[in-house]
């Protein structure tokens, strides 16, 4: 009994190890593949390691493209959005848990029977309502339709639901106000999974192509994965090793927030669902 114990384990890890290999092993040949000179990146033989590894890439990349704007764009975008559905995220979470009202379950699958609509339904109305406002080219284009999450308010409808009713009562025995009881009390004890989301939404605006695509037309106005796409030509191909270091450089933001947040967002995702 012990042994088939201890072979379901060996497997077990092995399993996880073939898993986390196969996850990093594109992030690894990414990195790789940004320090090959062009006669390293097509061998005959699998080169993982370049042999004669350089910093030309980069150089080119820092010298001769926009990257620094590029940085800035992306990090008022990411922001913008991430803001913005924290706040209406909380707001609308807390009035769901919180509240009792007519059609309020009715209007709760509502919000979340957004998050399993395509982008592609969206995109003209979107399109059509930024265009009329004047807004194309500008961050707050890009910003405006994504300031709200089904997601989020969700995800954080449940940790609310989860706070005990006996410290709301308590507050209101102190005195407190509906708008007290909401940020004195309810953000401070769901500020993991508010940190979890945060990291969450950011990721994904930091990554936002296609609608960014769509609205920012000046160069100058372009984010780090709008940047990406100067690498590919369809006479002359993918230029590999300068596309390689700029994903590399725009991926370094992202891969540090999600290792330092990796805790906050395994925890609030195993409890999310706990009250419904």
Not at 47 to 75: C, D, E, G, Q
Not at 76 to 100: D, H, K, N, P, Q
Not at 126 to 152: D, E, K, W
Not at 233 to 238: I, K, L
Request: proline share 5%; with cysteine.
């Amino acid at each position: 009994m012990n042994n088939r114990r201890r072979y379901k384990e060996i497997i077990r890890h092995l399993c996880n190890i073939v898993i986390c290999i196969l996850l990093i092993f594109p992030i690894f040949w990414m990195i790789s593949t940004s320090f090959k000179l062009p006669e390293e990146l097509f061998t005959s033989d699998l080169r993982l390691i370049p042999h004669n590894p350089s910093m030309s890439n980069y150089a080119y990349v820092l010298k001769n493209l926009p990257i620094a704007v590029w940085f800035k764009n992306t990090i008022i975008i990411t922001a913008g959005i991430t803001i913005g559905r924290i706040l209406s995220s909380i707001l609308a979470a807390y009035g769901f848990a919180r509240f009792e009202f007519r059609g309020k379950q009715f209007l709760f699958f509502l919000v979340v029977g957004t998050m399993v609509l395509p982008f592609a339904i969206t995109m003209i109305p979107n399109y059509i309502m930024i265009s009329s406002l004047g807004l194309t080219n500008t961050h707050l284009g890009v910003i405006l339709p994504y300031l709200a999450s089904g997601f989020g308010v969700f995800f954080l409808r449940q940790h609310i639901l989860s706070v005990p009713q006996s410290l709301y009562d308590a507050a209101t025995i102190d005195g407190a106000n509906t708008w007290q009881a909401l940020w004195q009390l309810t953000v401070p004890v769901i500020k993991g999974p508010i940190f979890a989301l945060v990291v969450l939404l950011g990721l994904e605006a930091w990554n936002m192509f296609v609608w960014p695509l769509l609205i920012l037309v000046e160069p100058n106005m372009h984010t780090l994965p709008i940047g990406l796409q100067y690498f590919q030509d369809q006479e002359t191909g993918v230029v590999w090793g300068e596309l390689m270091a700029t994903a590399s450089l725009a991926s370094v933001p992202a891969l540090l927030i999600y290792i330092s947040a990796r805790n906050y967002i395994v925890e609030a995702s195993i409890t999310s669902g706990i009250k419904g």
